[in-house]
């Protein structure tokens, strides 16, 4: 018995890999393996966005010294002083006004597109309404911002068209319009507006289709079985479960037309946004400091919007 147990204990037992020994490392400690799929995209937050976003606190707070060109890494606050000016307080408030215009205009077109594409298409009816959704985002941006260019043209298609259907008259009062009108759709803040909603409302859509079609359909059947009209329904059922997605898609489109300056520098007048303003001070004259200090702007708005739409329990449901 005892010569066997010595037998036994020579045999060599076989080694684990590196890579067995590893598995079972990470397979008896959840946590362990947790941490290490946590380490990257955290890193990547930490240093390059959270780092990105204090170098760029940091640079606001120097200024750029007039005589040389030079950014003098002295801190002040002059650049916050000269945010609060005409000029630049009439920047923040137009592209704070196109913001919501275009977010609003966003919400009541994709709404209902949205609503039917979650409760009523079925089958290859909805693929295709997936489709004509998200087809504008397959081709560049550009060229769709070109393609409205020309189609926005005082010879473009939609001048055409009014003309052919003796609408001239009203194309003509909508462009004489103070504040709104301009030369031709292709040279106007209605354009800009125009254009800045076909772009970011499949942004919208497809968040609020998601959270209404998570919406139980025995809900709003139950408040039709209680006498409820349609549109209480909407308003005590459905609109209340399709916030969630509605300020998911809110948030991308308030944000994305703040940023961007590509569209109000190809479709509009000489008025400027934020994000030209921005582009301006950075790439032509060179102001970094102020230009760190104004793009503050939009993210300041846009988290003091997040934490109103926090307080009114829209992400409750997320």
């Known amino acids: 018995m005892s010569s066997a147990v010595l037998a036994s204990s020579w045999v060599a037992q076989p080694k684990r890999s590196l890579a067995n020994q590893l598995s079972y490392l990470l397979y008896t400690r959840k946590g362990l393996l947790l941490g290490v799929l946590l380490v990257p995209p955290l890193l990547w937050f930490g240093v390059i966005y959270l780092g990105s976003l204090l170098s760029l606190l940091a640079n606001s707070f120097f200024r750029l010294d007039d005589f040389t060109g030079q950014v003098v890494r002295e801190v002040g606050f002059t650049n916050f002083v000269e945010i609060f000016e005409p000029a630049n307080l009439d920047v923040i408030i137009r592209s704070t006004t196109m913001a919501i215009a275009v977010t609003f205009a966003c919400v009541v077109i994709g709404f209902p597109l949205a609503y039917y594409m979650a409760r009523h298409a079925r089958g290859s009816q909805k693929a295709i309404l997936y489709v004509a959704v998200m087809l504008p985002l397959w081709s560049s941006y550009l060229v769709r911002l070109y393609a409205w260019k020309l189609l926005l043209a005082k010879e473009g298609a939609i001048a055409w068209v009014t003309q052919q259907l003796h609408l001239q008259w009203l194309l003509d009062a909508l462009l004489q319009t103070p504040v709104i009108g301009g030369n031709s759709l292709s040279f106007s803040p209605m354009g ?24 139980p359909g025995s809900y709003i059947e139950a408040s039709s079985d209680l006498g409820a009209t349609p ?31 590509i569209i109000p520098q190809v479709i509009g007048n000489s008025t400027l946004y934020i994000g030209q303003v921005v582009y301006r001070q950075q790439g032509v004259a060179g102001n970094i400091p102020f230009a760190a200090a104004f793009s503050l702007v939009p993210i300041l708005i846009i988290a003091i919007y997040l934490w109103l739409a926090k307080r009114k329990g829209a992400f409750d449901a997320l």
């Open 192 to 215: 800009t507006f125009i254009v800045f909603v076909y772009m970011w409302l499949p942004f919208v859509i497809l968040p609020i289709q998601a959270a209404i079609e998570r919406i």
């Open 231 to 261: 549109w209480q329904s909407f308003t005590q059922v459905i609109w209340p479960l399709a916030i969630p997605g509605v300020a998911a898609g809110t948030i991308f489109s308030f944000s994305l037309t703040f940023g961007d300056y």
